[in-house]
């Protein structure tokens, strides 16, 4: 999401998340891993900590006919998804304000979970991990993408990162059947999970 302090979610800017998105684009596109990970029949996608609406924007244009959760801690967040999609006439965005922990959802209601370089950031990892597992649908899908273990220009603290198999055993620890670990040009991966059926 963008540069931090510590292990805690912090409080982003999001202008600042927005000037970071021609450089996250010129990595990959995010129509493309929607496209690469999402099911073409979505019901509801939720966003979990949308920042700015890089994904969620992307989403709502991708998956007209789709239920856009964009979920984040910040209401200035928040705010500033909603008039990002007002802007771009998207209306199938809804804006949540939210811990990940605690989501306002019904057990099973979701097709799918997106959360892009959020889970590091989250001390209650279990506890999320969980959150999610409830909230989805058997067959559900689960797309994370997160920063490489490596030293990079940009991103968290390399202590605070998750390699990719580190990911994929918290995830099976709680449930989660891991279905593809993509490494990205650049500094992320992305790894697709899936509720069991």
Request: aromatic share 6%; glycine share 8%; net charge negative.
């Amino acid at each position: 999401m963008a540069p931090h302090e510590g292990h805690a979610p912090g409080h982003f800017d999001p202008q600042h998340l927005y000037g970071t998105e021609g450089r996250r684009r010129a990595e990959i596109a995010p129509e493309d891993i929607l496209r690469q990970s999402m099911p073409p029949d979505l019901g509801t996608l939720a966003d979990i900590g949308c920042g700015s609406g890089f994904f969620t924007v992307a989403a709502a244009r991708l998956y007209p006919q789709t239920r856009i959760l964009a979920i984040d801690h910040q209401q200035d967040m928040l705010d500033f998804v909603r008039e990002r999609a007002q802007e771009a006439r998207l209306g199938n965005v809804e804006t949540v304000l939210s811990q990940a922990t605690h989501l306002p959802f019904a057990d099973g209601s979701l097709d799918a979970v997106l959360m892009s370089n959020v889970f590091h950031d989250i001390p209650e990892r279990d506890a999320m991990r969980d959150e999610v597992h409830r909230v989805l649908r058997p067959g559900g899908v689960y797309l994370l993408i997160e920063w490489e273990k490596k030293e990079t220009p940009m991103g968290p603290p390399l202590e605070i990162r998750i390699a990719a198999e580190d990911l994929s055993a918290i995830l099976q620890a709680g449930g989660f059947e891991t279905e593809q670990i993509v490494h990205d040009p650049g500094s992320t991966y992305r790894l697709l999970a899936r509720r069991p059926t």
